[in-house]
């Protein structure tokens, strides 16, 4: 019984064998240590937990050796080997079971030690280690023990049938000499095994470190991301702020003027009233003396002649929102937020920061190598995300420019573009009609939107290049085709129907409809001109230069930053001097508009060209060399 109790002490919950190197759990709890580690990596929950209590461990415990247990169990081991792990009791003893030491393949019986002493020593009687499986130790044909392994039929044969029966003549051994050679071989695929299960362990940490890798950069990812969106809301809600401002402004601007002229209009009431007053009260007397004479309403100026009557106070007279002001504002306004996002992005601290890595080069996704990436920790750490792959999905210029100019998503702002020409030059139908006036308020038009006609439908030419096919050979064109310079040199490109003579170049894209805005930055030194033409412009002579025609349109910087505007060989100067090398253009194809404004700050109206456009429109730009300086336009 003492016996018994021992050995349950040392007997693994999980094998029931045994301790084979016990280890013990800072639960209490021992068990073999490859029963323990076996059943930790089968187990699903992310924490370990011993199988006895259910403690569990965040960290998987480091498994110590109990040596003491360790010790007891050797000790109980090499005291009953033959008992270990049988569980098969002796057959004679009927009162209590007692474990058996041999089985009698002869007797079909287990035995103990006492009765194995007096067991037959015949060598019929042949003895095997304990077993219940006492069928398969003997042949079925001749009823004798198995004692040999046929190679050829990969069978247990007995003597006879070694001798005398079907297995005569095939290759056999003894059976313990052919269970060695098989255990030699199972040996080697037991080693082949050990070393697979090692691979697919070792698979299994780089996945969970692949896991833990990819957790801590979605992390490092969102928070800067969010970071990155929580910066755009607030330039947004900056520029909101400024368009509001600037409409406020404008609002009360044009609130004062309208009560200074219903001051003045309420002035001219009481004197026509007096006026009025007077002359019933002439035409009430009867005396006709009286009425001859009376001198002031024979006066010219006592009524309003046609002349004074052109010149009077107008509805007009009051002015509007400048509601293209305000367009560009909120246009140039975007534009400059997904610009400062594009170069972030273009600096390696800016990559980081969206994306908290350092191998923008060696992070393209490649889906053939997806499943080595499931594999190794090493490859899945360059595969997360491609800085310029993301960069370009989050704050591509086009595409983000669009999206945020879209009418769809606009149509509830109260900014118009359908009238903001004729907000500015009244009654001009065709080109010769063209009003180079520098607009001011006494100038705007009586045609007054309303917020139902108001809308922001309006295409950024974010993609607008350079046609280096019609460059002239005085200047020369970028790479990106966004930039044309003054050059000293002939670039002697060859001549063709679409070039130009002079220092001039045409954009490749044109308009022959719709709403487009773009922007521009001119060089501080030299001279150039910037606008829009007709496709059919001369490209030779006097009158292929820019405004000295009636099929285009420009504006011409001169020296010390002076401006005008031109437009069929008539030009005005404008009356400021610019501070300011970037400037917006605004074109209403179907209204015939073609406004030009300064991005300074605040944004500055310069002029608005209106016409009757009959063929699609290029942008058109044109360089001149002032005071030995070269020039230079960039898109």
């Known amino acids: ?18 301790y084979t190197d016990p280890v013990t759990l800072s639960c209490g709890h021992s068990y073999c240590r490859l029963c323990i580690t076996r059943t930790w990596d089968n187990q699903e ?64 019986a287990s035995l103990c030690e006492d009765h194995l002493r007096m067991h037959s020593k015949s060598a019929e009687h042949v003895l095997t280690e304990p077993t219940t499986s006492l069928e398969n130790r003997k042949c079925s044909v001749h009823k004798k023990v198995l004692e040999y392994y046929c190679y050829k039929d990969a069978a247990c044969i007995c003597v006879s049938c070694r001798l005398d029966g079907e297995h005569r003549g095939h290759q056999v051994e003894t059976l313990n000499e052919a269970s060695e050679k098989k255990k030699e071989k199972l040996r080697n695929i037991q080693q082949r095994l050990t070393s697979q299960r090692e691979e697919a362990e070792k698979r299994v940490q780089n996945l969970k470190e692949l896991r833990r890798i990819v ?9 800067r991301v969010t970071a990155l969106i929580r910066d755009i809301k607030k330039q947004l809600e900056a520029l909101e702020k400024q368009i509001l401002s600037e409409i406020s402004r404008q609002e009360e601007q044009v609130s ?35 009425v001859l004479q009376e001198r002031e309403s024979d006066r010219v100026d006592y009524c309003d002649t046609e002349d004074t009557e052109r010149r009077d106070i107008k509805v007009y007279d009051a002015g509007d929102l400048d509601v293209g002001l305000i367009s560009v504002t909120l246009y140039s306004g975007l534009t400059k937020i997904v610009t400062r996002i594009t170069r972030r992005r273009r600096v390696p601290e800016a990559s980081d920061m969206l994306l908290g890595v350092n191998m923008a080069s060696d992070m393209l996704l490649d889906v053939n190598t997806a499943s080595d990436m499931l594999l190794d920790v090493n490859t899945a750490s ?53 009003s180079l006036d520098v607009n001011t308020a006494s100038d705007i038009s009586p045609d007054v939107n309303t917020a139902s006609d108001i809308s922001l439908d309006v295409n950024t030419a974010s993609d607008m290049l350079l046609d280096v096919n019609t460059a002239g050979n005085r200047v020369s064109v970028s790479g990106d085709l966004k930039t ?15 070039r130009f003579l002079d220092s001039q170049v045409l954009s490749s894209r044109s308009f022959s409809s719709g709403r487009h805005y773009w922007e521009v930055e001119g060089s501080e030194s030299g001279g150039w001109m910037v606008g829009m033409t007709y496709p059919s412009i001369k490209r030779r002579g006097w009158q292929s230069g820019i405004g000295n025609n009636n099929k285009s349109w420009g504006l011409w910087k001169y020296d010390d930053n002076h401006y005008s505007v031109t437009h069929d060989s008539k030009s005005i100067m404008l009356r400021h001097s610019s501070s300011c090398h970037r400037f917006g253009i605004f074109l209403d194809y179907e209204a015939g508009r073609l406004s030009f404004y300064e991005l300074c700050d605040p944004i500055r109206h310069l002029h608005t060209f209106t016409a009757t456009f009959t063929e699609p429109l290029h942008a058109v730009f044109r360089l001149y060399r002032l005071n030995l300086e070269n020039s230079w336009v960039r898109i």
């Open 45 to 108: 929950e992310r924490e370990s937990s011993c199988p006895e209590c259910r403690r569990k461990f965040r960290v998987r415990p480091e498994l110590k050796r109990n040596l003491r247990l360790s010790n007891i169990a050797e000790s109980l081991r090499s005291t009953h080997p033959e008992q270990e792990g049988t569980g098969i009791t002796c057959t004679y003893c009927i009162q209590s079971p007692v474990p058996a030491v041999k089985t009698c393949l002869m007797c079909e």
């Open 1 to 18: 019984m003492a016996s018994a109790d021992l050995r349950a002490e040392v007997t693994c919950s999980i094998c029931t064998e045994i």
């Open 215 to 223: 957790q801590e950069k979605a992390a490092g990812v969102t928070e």
């Open 382 to 434: 360059d595969m997360l995300l491609d800085v310029n792959t993301a960069s370009d999905m989050l704050l591509d210029v086009n595409t983000a420019s669009d999206m945020l100019l879209d009418v769809n998503t606009s149509s509830d702002m109260l900014l118009d573009v359908n009238n903001t020409a004729s907000d500015i030059s009244p009654d001009v139908n065709t080109a010769s009609d063209i």
């Open 484 to 498: 044309v310079y003054w050059s000293e040199l002939n670039q002697r490109r060859p001549e063709t129907p679409e």
């Open 256 to 290: 004062l003027r309208v009560s200074d002229l219903i001051r003045q209009l309420e002035i001219k009431k009481e004197v026509l009233s007096r006026k009025m007053g007077n002359i019933e009260e002439l035409c009430d007397t009867t005396d006709p003396v009286t």
